[in-house]
């Protein structure tokens, strides 16, 4: 049997395709090197950073787990509360610190520290309240709209009565009020959901998908309005997002990057630099390069109205 040489030569004459799905990021740093031991550092040992800790242990995804606080007492509680259930988790080294130090050697650090999220509080006035960093823009990547995607495919899954991991389907943009569900790019098992049901001739009712998309925008809040905080999904959200960098995966997730240049976003196109959620590939290097995802016109403008809203408060933060 003839064997492709390369799963991207699948043009004519052999020619890559992978210019043609995806868009590389531009000025990236190279990617860390690998030394067969991974460690991962947790900064905000809160009911975000502990689920993502915890998650972090179950799916084996670290030798060595750091935890940092400020927050002394609670700190050490925490990591003991950890080391305790070693009899029943993959051997992993757990330390903690108020002291930044103990992240030295991290593979990758996740910053969970921060202001909470008040009940009835948008996401956009609770960056008013947190903070930067300043490392190159492909290593720096938000969980963005990871968790959102989620959540919408579990209610598209949950309404046609399939496995969500059936679903493909991206929400982009912010993460919150301003956000983009890319209803056109949509597919169940391979099969294009909007075209499917045109060329059947069955209707679609637009207040039908934009109730699902509300319902997605307000999931998070009706969770704090209900236990206070959000934990668990985030959790397994992020650690889904280290498994596909640390085992340099190669997966499409819809998370936070340096827009420009995307879709007619950044200062190309008239705006600023302005960080939100796109479909992007990810590995060891970090964010690789953005997915060309098919969008109707409609959509595009949704996305860049979202990436206005952000350079707005973006701008406001003096940023």
Not at 35 to 63: E, F, R
């Amino acid at each position: 049997m003839h064997k492709v040489p390369s799963a991207s030569s699948l043009g004519p004459g052999g020619l890559d395709l992978t210019q043609s799905f995806f868009t590389p990021i531009q000025n990236t740093a190279p990617p860390s090197s690998t030394k067969g031991h991974t460690k991962i550092s947790v900064i905000g040992v809160g009911n975000v950073g502990m689920a993502i800790a915890q998650t972090i242990l179950t799916q084996d995804l670290a030798d060595e787990l750091a935890l940092v606080d400020a927050v002394k007492d609670k700190l050490r509680g925490e990591m003991l509360d950890l080391q305790h259930a070693a009899a029943f988790l993959p051997l992993t080294k757990i330390l903690s610190s108020t002291d930044y130090t103990v992240t030295a050697g991290s593979d990758l650090c996740i910053v969970t520290a921060g202001a909470r999220q008040n009940p009835g509080e948008s996401r956009l006035n609770l960056l008013q309240r947190n903070k930067l960093s300043g490392f190159p823009s492909n290593r720096v990547i938000g969980s963005g709209t990871n968790l959102d995607s989620s959540r919408f495919r579990f209610l598209i899954a949950d309404h046609l009565d399939v496995n969500a991991q059936d679903v493909q389907a991206y929400i982009v943009g912010e993460h919150g009020d301003s956000s983009v569900a890319l209803w056109s790019s949509i597919s169940v098992g391979g099969v294009p959901v909007v075209s499917y049901l045109e060329k059947q001739q069955i209707p679609c009712e637009k207040e039908t998908l934009e109730r699902i998309h509300k319902e997605v925008v307000g999931s998070a809040y009706e969770v704090i309005r209900l236990k206070g905080y959000t934990s668990w999904a985030i959790g397994y959200s992020a650690a889904n997002l280290a498994f596909s960098i640390l085992r340099n995966q190669r997966k499409i997730h819809p998370v936070t990057v340096l827009a420009n240049g995307f879709y007619g976003i950044g200062p190309g196109a008239g705006g600023g630099e302005v960080f939100l959620s796109l479909p992007a590939l990810l590995g060891r290097g970090g964010a690789l390069a953005v997915t060309n995802v098919h969008m109707t016109e409609e959509e595009a403008q949704r996305l860049r109205d979202s990436a206005k809203t952000l350079l707005e408060l973006q701008r406001q933060l003096e940023i």
